[in-house]
């Protein structure tokens, strides 16, 4: 987790917990493997915009882009 995403939460008092698992291919494979259910596991989507600025987005595993 990068500090910027951990400043975030902890500013807004989002409650957040870091399990670490092994490297995986995809969100899900990540969730199975975690033993935690799909929408409670976050993940970071990086998107570029019209000016080519990178962004990154920050949802639930189960949602899509």
């Known amino acids: 987790m990068t500090h ?3 400043a975030y939460l902890d500013t807004h008092l989002i409650p957040y917990r870091v399990i670490e698992h092994v490297e995986s ?3 899900f494979a990540s969730a199975y493997l975690s033993q ?3 929408p ?3 993940k970071a989507v990086m998107l570029e915009d ?6 990154m987005a ?3 595993a189960n949602y899509k882009i």
């Open 4 to 6: 910027r995403i951990s």
């Open 40 to 42: 409670q596991l976050a």
């Open 50 to 55: 019209h000016e080519s600025k990178r962004l």
């Open 36 to 38: 935690i259910p799909l």
């Open 25 to 27: 291919q995809s969100s």
């Open 58 to 60: 920050v949802l639930p």
